[in-house]
């Protein structure tokens, strides 16, 4: 088994986000900003938030957290988005999801300014994607074809199954894989696909992205196959300090015996939704005011 961390990857990343900032600083420009929205306690949630905030201020950018409690009325996070979009100080505004059930996500996702939308989510910039123009790309599957692309991983000609059609993740990722130039051939499963095995036993390829630990084991997989776990699941471990550990969605210990390559959970593609959030930061500075 080959282990493909994003630690190195994330730190490349990060380091040429460091250097372009240096020079966008240096010509005169005030240092990229970025908003972070979080409703609710959440805790999976508020440490996403935590490492996004700590990236940025590791990277000298600006940086406004918003932190609003469970039972805050939909009127009121729109009109935060409002007076975020119009803050001339602000480059890239992210509202953490998910949001609580009484908010609609995607009347909050659609009010935010599509120049701003470092997250990618807006449906001008998830239209633009798909037709293949300039776009900010949703953070999670940019980081994954980086990750790709760092380990000299091919997708051309390639049959990718993708376990998982979300917006944030399954979708997009599909969409950035299609697209002319990955040239990948791509499946997407749900839940209710009849036959999982079917589909990522041909797949030289496997993004799983369902939410559920051990949605595939080495039984799932052809020798020579590359797996992202997109997964972050908490499993109750009272031999830990903070009483869980993380698990990625696919069993990463039944592959130690073959031929395949996996990213890791920890260490793994979560870390480069980070990294991916800050080039986008800084993407939106330069784009709405670099000299
Ligand atoms: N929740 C899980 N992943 C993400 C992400 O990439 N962005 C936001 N805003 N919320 C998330």
Redo the contacts with the bound molecule.
């Keep these: 088994m080959r282990r493909l961390g994003c630690k190195k990857v994330s730190d490349a990343v990060l380091e040429s986000i460091r250097s372009r900032t240096e020079s966008f600083i240096g010509c005169g420009n005030s240092a990229p900003s970025l908003a972070v929205v979080l409703v609710g306690e959440d805790p999976a949630s508020q440490t996403?938030v935590r490492k996004k905030a700590e990236a940025a201020a590791s990277l000298g950018f600006r940086h406004f957290q918003y932190t609003l409690s469970a039972d805050t009325e939909e009127e009121e996070l729109l009109a935060l988005v409002d007076e975020l979009n119009k803050r001339d100080d602000i480059d890239g505004i992210?509202?953490?999801?998910p949001l609580p059930p009484s908010i609609d996500t995607d009347k909050v996702i659609d009010r935010i300014s599509p120049e701003k939308d470092v997250?990618g989510f807006t449906p001008i910039n998830i239209g633009r994607m798909a037709i293949g123009k300039d776009a900010f790309i949703?953070?999670?599957p940019k980081g994954i074809m980086e990750t790709l692309r760092y380990y000299g991983i091919e997708t051309a000609g390639k049959n990718v199954t993708i376990i998982g059609r979300s917006n944030?993740v399954g979708k997009p990722m599909a969409l950035l894989l299609m697209q002319k130039g990955a040239d990948a051939t791509v499946t997407v499963c749900n839940t209710r696909t009849k036959d999982l095995k079917e589909h990522t036993l041909s797949a030289d390829i496997i993004i799983v992205a369902a939410g559920h630990p051990g949605t595939i084991d080495s039984s799932f997989v052809k020798d020579g196959a590359v797996i992202i776990d997109v997964g972050v699941n908490r499993i109750d471990d009272p031999s830990k300090e903070k009483g869980f550990r993380l698990s990625g969605d696919a069993d990463y210990d039944s592959f130690t015996d073959r031929s395949v390559s996996i990213t890791p959970v920890p260490g793994g593609v979560g870390l480069m939704?980070v990294s991916m959030l800050m080039e986008n930061t800084l993407e939106a500075a330069i784009r709405r005011r670099g000299k």
């Design positions: 996403y992210l509202v953490q999801l997250d949703p953070c999670t944030i939704t």
